[in-house]
């Protein structure tokens, strides 16, 4: 059966009227004359069987139908232009990976290591794009997302990575001649928070039994890349994700003044929808990360410096 669908021309040119609610700058826009647009939108509203714009004194508005479908149009159309763009970018061997992710993990963790995935999945291209929180995949043009574990993933497929560790870190200028501290000393410098996570450094605290002072006074920072550039300025002891500050403690630019860590709140995954997954090119993605979050969790608990949870010789 025969799609009930109006031309494209007609779509594109009632698209370009109604954002600038004109049809001489449609026809600007579009290199059209201003008759051919008003004809198109003329073709359009006979097809529709109702008026889209109001007409008066020369000037044009939308109508309540015809704002309510102009809105309906840009969305169709941009998913058009986004699917459209996608495959023209596919390499001839390979395919496009559409990923949402959380920028801190992501610039820390994920892509230090594309290049070996790169290495193993030439023709692959991963395009990445912030989303802070969960959305739904229907209404998003992602295969995946690189996020925290969150009730908002209910019904989505699901891969653990790993759960955080927070330690304490900060500038060797702020400890000059030291690297590391006890706790009395720690206790006397001011402390850095990341904002919604205020509970952390009590968490930290209460975990080594230590007492007397107010866990929850400090500078707050909406990211933990803020906290950490503090950290790196000399202003307080930011406690962040280890994982966050690895090469930072290894290039000396931070030290961890009093290495024990406690659990983070978060847990590290990657969801999909069941329909995405088995898809090309997110399988093998799939199965890389997987295997670098198990090799990365090995490594980790291998530490000679861990002794039980939450301690390090």
Not at 122 to 144: K, Q, T, V, Y
Not at 165 to 188: F, H, N, T
Not at 234 to 251: C, I, N, S
Not at 287 to 305: G, H, K, N
């Amino acid at each position: 059966m025969r799609r009930k669908i109006p031309s494209t021309s007609a779509l594109l040119t009632f698209e370009a009227a109604g954002r600038h609610e004109s049809f001489s700058r449609a026809a600007e826009e579009l290199s059209m004359t201003e008759g051919a647009v008003s004809r198109q939108i003329a073709r359009l509203e006979d097809f529709l069987g109702l008026m889209l714009f109001n007409r008066v004194k020369g000037r044009i508005h939308l109508t309540e139908s015809g704002r309510e479908y102009w809105t309906q149009i840009v969305g169709d159309l941009d998913r058009i232009e986004r699917d459209t763009l996608k495959l023209l970018a596919r390499p001839s061997e390979g395919g496009v990976l559409e990923l949402a992710v959380i920028p801190t993990f992501t610039n820390k963790w994920i892509i230090p290591r594309l290049p070996d995935f790169y290495a193993k999945n030439p023709g692959i291209i991963i395009n990445m794009s912030e989303r802070p929180e969960p959305f739904l995949f229907a209404d998003s043009p992602f295969d995946a997302a690189i996020h925290y574990d969150h009730p908002g993933w209910a019904g989505m497929i699901k891969k653990d990575l790993f759960a955080e560790e927070l330690v304490p870190v900060c500038s060797p200028k702020l400890i000059p001649g030291r690297r590391q501290l006890d706790l009395a000393e720690l206790k006397k410098l001011p402390l850095l928070h990341k904002r919604g996570r205020l509970d952390s450094w009590k968490k930290w605290w209460d975990h080594l039994g230590v007492t007397g002072l107010n866990p929850m006074e400090g500078a707050q920072y909406d990211l933990f890349s803020m906290a950490i550039e503090a950290a790196s300025a000399g202003l307080g002891v930011a406690l962040v994700p280890r994982l966050y500050v690895t090469h930072e403690v290894e290039d000396g630019r931070l030290v961890i003044p009093f290495d024990h860590y406690v659990p983070g709140d978060k847990r590290y995954c990657v969801v999909c929808p069941e329909y995405k997954y088995g898809s090309w090119p997110l399988r093998p993605f799939l199965d890389w990360l997987v295997q670098e979050s198990d090799a990365y969790v090995r490594q980790r608990d291998r530490s000679p410096l861990r002794t039980e949870e939450g301690s390090y010789a």
